[in-house]
Structure formats: structure tokens, C-alpha cells
């Protein structure tokens, strides 16, 4: 069974950083797109940063310039580092990825998500 894990949430002050991890872990043959999303109170699930597997990544208009998503496809890790923190920054992340499996079944993959909040 594939999981993704992610770590790294927590409460930041307005203006600071963070950083958030996911681990893969399971029958995975390869990740290919792979990104973070956002669920704020109230609010629909929205992307933050996505990657495809030849590293071109693109950002939501809300986090572009203080955004950015690496991953490492020999670990099967996906991060994503974010500066310059907002209230409004404040929701529910998780990690995504689509998986190829090794019996050859392609799949979407959500983390359980980790818990943002930027407050003072």
C-alpha cells in the first residue's frame, strides 16, 4: 500500500519560514507530478506548488516568490519550503503524487496532511 507521510507543520509567527516534508513509502516503481495543497477553514482544497518529474514546478499567484518545492525521486521525498509567512497562510497541508506502482497500477496518493498555523 502506497502512503505519503508528511511532517513539518507547526505554529510559525507571521514573517517566518517553514518547511515541509513528505516521505512515499510502499510498492512505488516512480512518482511522477507530484505537489502541495492547502485546505483553510471553510475553504476548498487549493493547490500551492506542483512539480513534474523533470523539475518544472509552477506555484499558486498566492505563494509565488516565497514558495518553493524540491523533491528527490530517488528517496521518493516531495518538500516544500515557504517564506515570508501570512495569517492567511494558515490550513491544512498535504502532500500529492501520482504513482506508478510496481505492479504497474497508476494511482493518486494523499498524505493525511499537517497542520499550518501562522499566528502571533
Known amino acids: 500500500q502506497v502512503q505519503l507521510v508528511e511532517s513539518g507543520g507547526g505554529l510559525v509567527q507571521p514573517g517566518g519560514s517553514l518547511s515541509l516534508s513528505c516521505a512515499a513509502s510502499g510498492p512505488i516503481f516512480r512518482l511522477y507530478g507530484v505537489g502541495w495543497y492547502r485546505q483553510a477553514p471553510g475553504k476548498q482544497r487549493e493547490l500551492v506548488a506542483q512539480?513534474?518529474?523533470?523539475?518544472?514546478?509552477n506555484y499558486a499567484d498566492s505563494v509565488k516568490g516565497r514558495a518553493t518545492i524540491s523533491r528527490d525521486n530517488a528517496q521518493n521525498t516531495i518538500s516544500l519550503q515557504l517564506n515570508s509567512l501570512k495569517p492567511e497562510d494558515t490550513a491544512v497541508y498535504y502532500c500529492?503524487?501520482?504513482?506508478?506502482?510496481?505492479?504497474?497500477?497508476?494511482?493518486?496518493?494523499w498524505g493525511q496532511g499537517t497542520q499550518v498555523t501562522v499566528s502571533s
Open positions: 512539480m513534474a518529474r523533470t523539475g518544472t514546478s
Open positions: 500529492y503524487a501520482m504513482v506508478l506502482t510496481t505492479s504497474e497500477d497508476a494511482l493518486d496518493a
